[in-house]
């Protein structure tokens, strides 16, 4: 049973993922550029590697009647005009980035660049054992709730101290449980 959520963390990932994606595809899309293709056979390298994957591949692509000793980067700037600090930045970008994900790093395949989370991640979920402990402090605060509504009574903050499941949030003028108290670990 879902008790409760930590949207906000949801949220936030979920803007750093945008952000994220937006970093990715401006790589790509410099890569494609240079290398003069329609697509990026490999994702998850070019995020890694950056500059090197772009000289490894314009390498593969345009120096094959080039001796093998050659300074692959020096060639590629010979023939095409790359601001290696632009892609170098990106490249530092995205590891920044995955860095802030914690424990739901995106996911780096051949093709792209995935969500490492979905919504229901950030769901508390109600532990069993704790079920019936729960359910009576639910019935208390609802009945605290009634008296305070019907009978107008005072010191909702008295009732934090009958338990140390409650928690008291200031955007709230009531006590409420703590999902992270019941949850499963």
């Not at 949207?7 to 290398?35: G, H």
């Not at 490894?56 to 050659?70: L, Q, S, T, V, Y």
């Amino acid at each position: 049973m879902k008790i409760g959520s930590r949207r906000e963390e949801y949220l936030k990932l979920n803007k750093l993922q945008d952000e994220l994606e937006a970093i990715c595809s401006a790589l790509v899309e410099k890569a494609k550029k240079i290398l003069d293709v329609t697509q990026i056979d490999d994702h998850q390298a070019l995020y890694t590697t950056g500059l090197e994957y772009i000289q490894n591949e314009f390498f593969n692509r345009f120096g094959a009647n080039e001796p093998p000793h050659i300074d692959k980067l020096r060639f590629m700037l010979s023939k095409f005009d790359v601001d290696t600090v632009e892609i170098n930045r990106l490249t530092s970008a995205i590891n920044n980035l995955v860095k802030k994900f914690y424990r739901h790093p995106p996911v780096f395949s051949a093709i792209g660049v995935t969500s490492g989370f979905a919504e229901s991640d950030f769901d508390y979920i109600l532990d069993e054992s704790k079920r019936d402990e729960y359910e009576a402090l639910t019935a208390f605060l609802d009945a605290a709730r009634a008296l305070k509504d019907n009978y107008h009574t005072g010191g909702s903050i008295g009732i934090l101290r009958f338990h140390d499941g409650l928690q008291w949030d200031t955007s709230r003028i009531f006590p409420e449980i703590n999902p992270y108290k019941f949850a499963q670990r």
